[in-house]
């Protein structure tokens, strides 16, 4: 089955650190780019990183900059988001998303992304 699966949500108090994981199943991540996305209670789904099949391009949303940070693993077919300092405002559903283009970095919802996963939540409060 072909699918993305993300893991390492949870509950962190503001300030605190965790560690988003995108995993691919039945298909490499080598020929894709992967963005990470959050949608937050009665807002729009927004991009938050993404990165390019090499790894050679990442690109982060203002909102996370010096922040977050994406980094993959291909030999574990893995993309992870790292995301430190965090405030309540980063309080959402994360998705990865896999999109087959080398060579580029996309985190526009709006483009027709190959796969998607079904989401971590991530909850920043005291």
């Known amino acids: 089955q072909l699918q993305l699966v993300e893991s390492g949500g949870g509950l962190v108090q503001p300030g605190g650190s965790l560690r988003l994981s995108c995993g691919a199943s039945g298909f490499t991540l080598d020929y894709y780019g992967i963005g990470w996305f959050r949608q937050a209670p009665g807002k729009e789904r927004e991009g938050v990183s993404c990165i390019s099949s090499s790894g050679g391009m990442t690109n982060y949303a203002d909102s996370v900059k010096g922040r977050f940070t994406i980094s993959g693993d291909n030999a574990k077919n893995t993309v992870y988001l790292q995301m430190n300092s965090l405030k309540p405002e980063d309080t959402a559903v994360y998705y990865c998303?896999?999109?087959?283009?080398?060579?580029?970095?996309?985190?526009?919802?709006?483009?027709?992304?190959?796969?998607w996963g079904q989401g971590t939540q991530v909850t920043v409060s005291s």
């Open positions: 998303a896999a999109l087959s283009v080398q060579g580029l970095c996309v985190m526009n919802s709006r483009v027709r992304f190959d796969y």
